[in-house]
């Protein structure tokens, strides 16, 4: 009998959510990699990805009998400005698993052709911004962080165009559910009460179940949202993360970080740090992130208040005191993960509090790196002297190696071990990964994926890969790549 491998709740919400397509097919299809581990998490059968099945599945050829392949429709705020038509205009949801973990995931295709919502693009993807699809995404995943999934990557063997003709590509990703703040408002935006009703259900159903059982399942299911952002924003900011396009239609309803687009990891630090060549306004920047996350939030509530549970009469005054949850965490979290980044106790001390605050400054004033500093830090801090050796990064120093001595020692070393990564996908490093692979050579970035599944342990011979760049290989600019 022939196993099943798709299921498709999405597919029988209204037709208006979403609408039915096939994909492109790659002309000549070249993989570039595939992921077994997460194929076999995924419950895919054994070998699927390697399968003439599988290969078709991920060139856009072909999709199991079982799949039901649509582009979802969705609006949103482009960097403040709303849009009330967006949605997959290059990606089609092939259809759901059931995984290991009893959750169900989505199974993307990018780079799958044009949709209704291309906006007259191609639909297509280029090889770069696929390669930076794979390696962010892994990363984080082995960051700890929340995140989408790259499943496979392969060559299309066409030409896109964008500034001129480069190879083309696909990405299959995987995902909690591609459900949007800006999936929300493009039912809000035509004042569809019922639509926005049904969403919020099915929403609900997905991933907050247990707001529903309340007595105010539509706030809880907000309260739920806001939380799960404040904890991946707190996350992304002690890595030193930049998304670089954090419009509504790239926040996830999930609580994972979706669309790697211009995203960058910081190599010096600076709060305002930005990397995006279409952030001209610094909207995105790196210490922007927990405010622009609470404007997001804010335009999600706006989209609820027709459904609000205590009436639309209440429902101002009561997202009010429930966006302050997400305040309150987004803060408290950030000033947790750099407490135990520096080993020292919770947030709540004011002193401590205050120091963080001292470091980010001497960090920004000495230009140092932010990934490298916290990774010194790991030992006893003696490395940053050695590295370092200002007179300010001494007297920083002296007074951490201070305040950490009166910590439990293990304790402290483990929270720093814990939350201070050696290896981040670098931004010279995936630059290099995506050159050599427009080149016709993948072990770069093979090599490069291989480190970044470890990240918190200290790897032999693989020094290079937790240098900052010299100053002929720094990346100063992300791009879109759409």
Known sequence: MTTQIFENSYAKLPAH????????????????????ALADFLNFPDGYLESAAGRDMISGT??????????????GHQFGGFSPQLGDG??????????????????????????????????????????????????????????????????????VYREGAEQGAMLTRVALSH?????????????????????????MDRHYPDAKSTD????????????????????????????????TDNMAISGQTIDYGPCAFMDHFHAMKVFSSIDTGGRYAWARQPQIGHWNLLRFAETLIP?????????????????????????????????????????????TDSFIQNTLGMMQAEGLDFTRFFASLREDGDHL????????TDAWLADWQKRVSKEDREASQTARAQNSPIY???????????????AGADQVFHDLLAVLQNPYERQDGKEHYEAAPKPDEEVTQTFCGT
Request: proline share 4%; net charge negative; aromatic share 8%.
């Open 17 to 36: 959510f979403f609408t039915r397509q096939s994909a492109e097919a790659a002309r000549a299809p070249d993989v570039i990699a595939t992921n077994a």
């Open 62 to 75: 072909a999709f199991d009998p079982s799949a039901k392949p649509l582009a979802q429709v969705y609006a």
């Open 90 to 159: 290059r990606a089609l949801l092939i259809g759901e698993v059931m995984a290991k973990d009893d959750m169900r995931y989505d199974v993307q295709l990018k780079g799958s052709g044009q949709t209704p919502y291309s906006r007259s693009g191609d639909g297509l993807a280029a090889l770069g911004p696929v390669i930076r699809e794979y390696v962010m995404s892994e990363a984080m995943h082995a960051l700890g962080v929340p995140t989408t999934r790259a499943l496979a990557a392969i060559r299309t063997g066409s030409p």
């Open 179 to 203: 459900i949007r703040i800006g999936t929300f408002q493009f039912f809000a935006a035509r004042n569809d009460t019922d639509a926005i009703a049904e969403l919020a259900d099915y929403a």
């Open 216 to 247: 105010t399942p539509i706030r809880s299911f907000f309260e739920c949202v806001c939380l799960a952002q404040a904890e991946l924003i707190a996350h992304w900011m002690a890595l030193g993360f930049i998304h670089g396009v954090m419009n």
């Open 307 to 351: 459904i609000w549970d205590s009436g639309e009469e209440h429902a101002v005054a009561e997202i009010e005191d429930s966006i302050a949850l997400y305040s309150e965490c987004v803060n408290a979290r950030m000033a947790l993960r750099f407490a135990d980044k520096l080993g020292l106790p919770a947030y709540a001390d004011i002193d």
């Open 385 to 392: 002297r050695d590295w370092v050796g200002t007179e300010a």
């Open 424 to 438: 981040i996908p670098r931004n010279h490093q995936v630059a290099n990964a995506i050159a050599n692979a427009e």
